[in-house]
């Protein structure tokens, strides 16, 4: 169902929804200082540590990767803004999946 879901660390592999689009990400909360994580992925070139990944799980094939972002690297510049503007334009998925977020980490998702 269509909302806004607080995501973190605790909340990877989880489905957040279905059958409807992304229409916003917000970097809440960088990863503490000195919390560097490595970033490492699957075969397969998804994300599992170091990096804040959604993907589209319902889609035929292999999960879609949708949103890839690492804060490391260009989170210090958008915390506390929208990770995501997109003017008006939606990312729909079928089946929205959180396959990582960085350890400390906090960001809102939003969905219609």
Wanted: charged share 15%.
């Amino acid at each position: 169902m269509p909302g806004t879901f607080p995501i973190t660390i605790a909340d990877v592999g989880r489905v957040l929804d279905s059958d409807a689009s992304i229409v916003g990400v917000r970097l809440n909360a960088l990863p503490p200082m000195g919390a560097y994580e490595v970033p490492y992925g699957e075969p397969g070139g998804l994300p599992l540590v170091g990096a804040f990944c959604l993907t589209d799980v319902g889609a035929p094939g292999v999960p879609r990767q949708l949103i890839n972002t690492y804060p490391h690297v260009d989170g210090h510049t958008r915390m506390g803004s929208d990770l995501l503007a997109l003017g008006g334009v939606a990312i729909p998925f079928r089946s929205l999946r959180v396959q990582a977020c960085p350890r400390g980490a906090s960001y809102t998702v939003v969905t219609a």
